[in-house]
């Protein structure tokens, strides 16, 4: 049985930092192609940020890029977002994801971020809310 399993996330002010983790089991995350997602109310769920440790490939959307960073510890298992200038836009639900990474890797990766429908396992979500 496949888990992931989230922590971290919270309120922080605008310019703040925080760290989430995706601790995983069932599935080697280093073998699969990770990835964050968030979703504000009323918005789709969107991709903001994926890893394929094996390639050692990274995708980010632009409104996070220089500012989060994806990694994973493999002896761990465990997947992270570090995200730093934190805006209130960033504020949202935000959930890890995995899906093996053969489909993504035959188009470059393309689509990562909008297909959710191609990750087969998702964590429960954990909320980020920037404000002052």
């Known amino acids: 049985q496949v888990q992931l399993v989230q922590s971290g996330g919270g309120s922080v002010q605008p310019g703040g930092s925080l760290r989430l983790s995706c601790s995983a089991s069932g599935i080697a995350i280093s073998s699969n192609c990770m990835a964050w997602f968030r979703q504000a109310p009323e918005n789709e769920r969107e991709g903001v940020a994926m890893i394929d440790a094996a390639w050692d490939r990274t995708r980010y959307d632009d409104s996070v890029k220089d500012r989060f960073t994806i990694s994973q510890d493999g002896a761990r298992n465990t997947l992270y977002l570090q995200m730093r200038s934190l805006k209130p836009e960033d504020s949202a639900m935000y959930y890890c994801?995995?899906?093996?990474?053969?489909?993504?890797?035959?188009?470059?990766?393309?689509?990562?971020?909008?297909?959710?429908?191609?990750?087969?396992?998702w964590g429960q979500g954990t909320q980020v809310t920037v404000s002052s």
């Open positions: 994801a995995a899906v093996g990474c053969a489909n993504l890797r035959a188009r470059s990766y393309a689509g990562w971020q909008s297909t959710t429908s191609m990750y087969n396992y």
